[in-house]
């Protein structure tokens, strides 16, 4: 089936994609979402994204592939913005992680084999997972918010209070600050 037909109940769910937006603009409280609300949204609207991906190319000049002509329509929206939000809810899912490596960094931080070690364990996610967290600055240190850059949110101004995001904020820090200096970094970086 092309990507491009459309659905014969598309009515019903192009409405289900409205109240769904309409849900999650209430869902921000004193200009902050959380990341618990964001998570619940998403569970919610899980089916509705599953529909949302598979007929993102409606419309499409380019039968079954994205183009301009789709990237206003609601299921193209509905699922790109789905998808940058659960992106960040994932990352978040480290927050318990983060915490507990802290701890053993505290424990390492003055022993260099240990620290290198500790960096060479947590790589991938200081040095790739995370680095866009850093680089792209999510984090207002004098705003004491974190707003995720995703060009798909910016009319949604999502912000979230960076005490929510307390752990993997530190981390970054920490990881960043040795990991750039500690020659395991490779040179072609």
């Given at each position: 089936?092309?990507?491009?037909?459309?659905?014969?109940?598309?009515?019903?769910?192009?409405k289900e994609i409205e109240k769904a937006f309409e849900v999650l603009s209430r869902?921000?409280?004193?200009?902050?979402?959380?990341?618990?609300?964001?998570?619940?949204?998403?569970?919610?609207?899980?089916?509705?994204?599953?529909?949302?991906?598979?007929h993102?190319?409606?419309?499409?000049?380019?039968?079954?592939?994205?183009?301009?002509?789709?990237?206003?329509?609601?299921?193209?929206k509905f699922s790109s913005r789905y998808s940058s939000l659960k992106e960040i809810v994932d990352l978040h899912r480290h927050e318990k992680?983060?915490?507990?490596?802290?701890?053993?960094?505290e424990s390492v931080k003055n022993d260099y084999p240990a620290l290198m070690q500790w960096l060479k364990k947590n790589e991938t996610l200081g040095a790739e997972d995370f680095l866009l967290f850093w680089i792209e600055e999510?984090?207002?240190e004098e705003k004491h918010?974190?707003?995720?850059?995703k060009f798909n949110l910016q009319d949604l101004d999502v912000k979230f209070k960076a005490e929510e995001w307390e752990n993997t904020i530190k981390f970054c820090e920490v990881f960043n600050e040795r990991y750039w200096n500690?020659?395991?970094c490779p040179e072609e970086i």
């Open positions: 089936m092309s990507t491009s037909t459309l659905h014969p109940h598309r009515d019903q769910y192009l869902l921000k409280k004193n200009k902050f979402y959380s990341v618990a609300k964001i998570t619940w949204w998403i569970l919610r609207y899980e089916d509705l994204y599953d529909y949302s991906y598979s993102r190319h409606v419309n499409s000049c380019i039968d079954g592939m994205g183009c301009c002509c789709t990237d206003k329509n609601p299921e193209m992680y983060f915490r507990e490596e802290l701890k053993v960094f999510w984090y207002s918010l974190i707003t995720p850059y500690s020659g395991l």
